[in-house]
């Protein structure tokens, strides 16, 4: 039996990791049906406890139970797709609890070892998509990441899955990233008018289903058709590279070494520019993955997208997709690169330890 365990950091004592070892070897990894999904601390926290179960059942009006998920997108599915949904709930609770948790919260028993932490699902914020900053991914995006995995992270590649498990966990991913925008929003809204009147609480769910479904439509392709990305184009990237901004978090090398290489992504969590001669782009090696990255930028991130600054100057794109190409193969053609800074892991062991007084 196929067993997936994420990389564990060496905060954790051999003993507690040798027994988690054990409970997984012993289980499968696989845990029955959650009782419930939990609230989060947002709607735990509002005063009026009727308040907060006015919203719980609006949410199981429109995102359904454990026992019977809904998808906010597809109210109407019937009792065929609801099965899709339980196995896809199924093959989650197999695959996908152990980082990304109960609820897809990125709180999984494991998630506070692990650098970078598990996507947290439910601010339907996904960084590695082929739709336009700020938006939604496409269903595509997400099978795509599920198949392939994210190099240089614990996210596995499932492309042996078979065809059925991944459309459907994906399927049941939607439903807990539609379900957390939906109690965020209703949380927001009964903090701020301390009601949940019936017309927002329309509002909200029409806004999601329509964010959903604009991002299907909204696919962004290059500017420009794209050309032999040789050694003459990576010449004229790296001029691009230092003089449009990349340098100043990437570092003039692309290693990421720089004071201004730090900051916060949505989840709350530091983040820092990629060292692009590590050879792992997160969001794909193809030269499309590269370009929708500087196009788009990534969501939830500092990173921002240049296809407004670069509207005027297509080819540049282009220029840049070579430069970084050719950066991130440099090792493995054999080029030696200089050593740099040590850039620590940012876990939650390490955060704890630096409040302590």
Known sequence: MFIFMPVLRSRMAVPAVSLLLL?????????????EWESSE?????????????????????????????????????????????????????????????TGDGNGPVAGHMYPRPRNYTKGIFKFTSTPYGTRP??????????????????????????????????YVLVLTQRGELEYQLAMEAEASEELDPEYVQ???????????????????????????????????RQAFLSKGCSKCHGEDGRG???DNIGLDSWGF?????????GMLHGGQEPLDVYRRILNGINGTPMPGFGHALQSEPETIWDLVAY??????????????????????????????????
């Open 23 to 35: 409970v997984c070897v012993g289980s499968g990894c696989e845990r029955s049906v959650p009782v």
């Open 42 to 102: 947002l709607v735990d926290a509002l005063p009026d406890e009727q308040l907060q179960q006015q919203l719980r059942d609006i949410l199981v009006q429109h995102c359904g139970t454990v026992a019977r998920p809904r998808l906010v997108t597809r109210p109407d599915a019937g009792i065929e797709f609801q099965q899709h949904l339980k196995h896809g709930q199924a093959v989650y609770m197999k695959r996908c609890v152990q980082c990304h948790g109960v």
């Open 138 to 171: 496409r269903r595509a995006d997400l099978i795509r990441t599920v198949r392939r995995g994210i190099t240089g992270t614990s996210m596995p590649s499932f492309d042996r899955l078979p065809e059925k498990d991944l459309e459907a966990v994906v399927d």
């Open 203 to 237: 509002e909200y769910v029409d806004d999601i289903v329509t964010g959903w479904q604009e991002a299907e439509l909204a696919t962004t392709w290059p500017l420009s058709p794209q050309p032999i990305l040789d050694a003459e184009r990576a010449r004229a990237g």
């Open 257 to 259: 070494h720089t004071k």
């Open 270 to 278: 530091a983040t820092r520019a990629a060292d692009l001669t590590s």
């Open 324 to 357: 970084v190409l050719e950066v991130s193969n440099r090792r493995r053609f054999g080029e030696t690169i200089p050593a740099g800074l040590i850039k620590p892991y940012d876990t939650a062991a390490r955060q704890a330890e630096a409040e302590e007084p």
